[in-house]
């Protein structure tokens, strides 16, 4: 296989992944992440800042790529984010959860649910019967099949960004792919 193929993204951008920003943006931006990993908590707050920069130029899709053998909460988090999102609260969900990285026991995402106003019931059975398991598995075999072995990974308009992600860095590739 070579380095171009892993250079590219796999699953092409759909209806099933979770999109912020204008549907026909001349940038996306793809991040596949894991909601206890710090260094995706930077990106975090870097992708937030490029949102408000950017606003009708870029949409952004977030991708689970829970790496649980390094953080053991990972995989819920990813669960919980599907699961606020079948109530239409992925985004302030996914929000939180980067947000409170240190607090992602079972009794914090529940705590995060009432907070949204989510039925908590519904949440809780889901996350108990690991509902969107599969959702999650899928986000992460296809980061496998695009090249991504570590978090956060970053595609910008279906190419991997190799640089850093920092908000200059991140910014100067944007602007590259629209040139």
């Not at 993204?9 to 894991?34: F, M, S």
Request: charged fraction near 20%; include cysteine; glycine fraction near 6%.
């Amino acid at each position: 296989m070579s380095s171009q193929t892993l250079a590219a993204l796999a699953v092409p951008v759909n209806d099933n992944d979770h999109i912020r920003g204008a549907k026909n943006a001349a940038v996306t931006l793809v991040e596949y992440g894991d909601y206890e990993c710090p260094y995706c908590g930077q990106a975090h707050f870097v992708v937030q800042q490029l949102e408000q920069m950017l606003a009708d130029s870029m949409r952004f899709v977030f991708r689970n790529f829970p790496l649980s053998t390094v953080h053991p909460h990972a995989t819920q988090a990813a669960e919980a984010a599907e699961a606020a999102g079948a109530q239409r609260q992925f985004w302030p969900m996914h929000d939180t959860l980067f947000e409170n990285q240190n607090a992602l026991e079972l009794e914090d995402l529940l705590q995060y649910a009432t907070m949204l106003d989510l039925d908590l019931p519904r949440f809780a059975r889901d996350l108990n019967e690991h509902r969107y398991a599969d959702r999650v598995r899928e986000d992460f075999l296809g980061g496998v099949r695009s090249g991504v072995n570590g978090t956060p990974t970053f595609f910008i308009n279906d190419v991997r960004h190799n640089g850093p992600f920092d908000l200059q860095s991140l910014l100067d590739a944007i602007n590259n792919a629209v040139e």
